[in-house]
């Protein structure tokens, strides 16, 4: 079994900053690409930031220049620093890290999630 734990978040005034972890712990071989995603009540979850296991990097374009996602594959960790966030950067995120597990399958693995509320 393969777990994915998320922390960091909280209550941020508009223009602060927040750093969110995601710890993947388990029965791990390897863990390939990382991802933030993003969900407000009502709208459908959204890609914000993705990393390969290789350090390649994907953003989502309302979040290009602001946030930062990076990982250490020696924690089977990622991590999105946050700055300069705005209101509109309220959500729950969530972490998703597709693994190889012990058992030689390979599956995207989800936390509960942690609340971000940027407030104005």
Not at 3 to 11: A, F, I, N, R, Y
Not at 39 to 55: D, F
Not at 86 to 106: F, G
Request: charged fraction near 15%.
């Amino acid at each position: 079994q393969v777990h994915v734990v998320e922390s960091g978040g909280g209550l941020v005034q508009a223009g602060g900053s927040l750093r969110l972890s995601c710890l993947a712990s388990g029965s791990i071989v390897s863990i390939h690409a990382m991802g933030w995603y993003r969900q407000v009540p009502g709208k459908q979850r959204e890609l914000v930031a993705s990393i390969t296991s290789g350090g390649s990097t994907n953003y989502a374009n309302s979040v290009k220049g602001r946030f930062t996602i990076s990982r250490d594959n020696t924690k089977n960790s990622a991590y999105l620093q946050m700055a300069s966030l705005k209101p509109e950067d309220t959500a729950v995120y969530s972490c998703n890290a597709e693994v190889t597990t012990r058992y030689w399958s390979r599956l995207a693995y989800w936390g509960q999630g942690t609340q971000v509320t940027v407030s104005s």
